[in-house]
């Protein structure tokens, strides 16, 4: 299976992260929010978006938060924080996966004031969908 992958975040967030990649899963949801909802996850807003293995969003979800430049809040990457430009192009790519079945990998990143590795980097997008409905 043949993937995408968004560069959107600085080069130094994008070091040897295919060994703690997430396994592929499918976005159920996602939404731009901008910065006056919470300017500690940065200048231009965040992206946020739920995944599952299953293709109808049953069982398990995973919640991902991807920050704009400028983020302080612990949830945000330390390496990964998006332009504006960037943020509206990985909303737009989630929102085209959610709808078409896209299965997703998400990439760890460091969060922001912490050594937790709990926050998200960078996202590949698998070509094609793994399900027909």
Request: proline residues 2%; hydrophobic residues 25%.
């Given at each position: 299976m043949k993937k995408l992958f968004i560069l959107l975040a600085g080069a130094s967030s994008l070091f040897a992260f295919e060994a703690q990649a997430t396994p592929p899963a499918y976005v159920c949801m996602s939404m731009t929010a901008p910065s006056a909802l919470d300017p500690t996850l940065g200048r231009s807003g965040y992206v946020g978006f739920y995944t599952s293995t299953n293709p109808d969003c049953g069982g398990v979800t995973s919640q991902y938060i991807v920050c704009s430049a400028g983020a302080t809040n612990?949830?945000?990457?330390?390496?990964?924080?998006?332009?504006?430009?960037?943020?509206?192009?990985?909303?737009?790519?989630?929102?085209?996966?959610?709808?078409?079945?896209?299965?997703?990998?998400?990439?760890?990143?460091?969060?922001?004031?912490?050594?937790?590795?709990?926050?998200?980097?960078?996202?590949t997008f698998y070509q094609g969908s793994a399900y027909s409905q």
């Open positions: 612990s949830e945000c990457g330390s390496h990964a924080q998006y332009t504006d430009a960037g943020l509206q192009s990985l909303s737009q790519a989630l929102q085209n996966a959610e709808n078409t079945y896209q299965r997703i990998v998400t990439y760890p990143d460091q969060c922001v004031g912490s050594n937790n590795w709990g926050c998200t980097s960078a996202v």
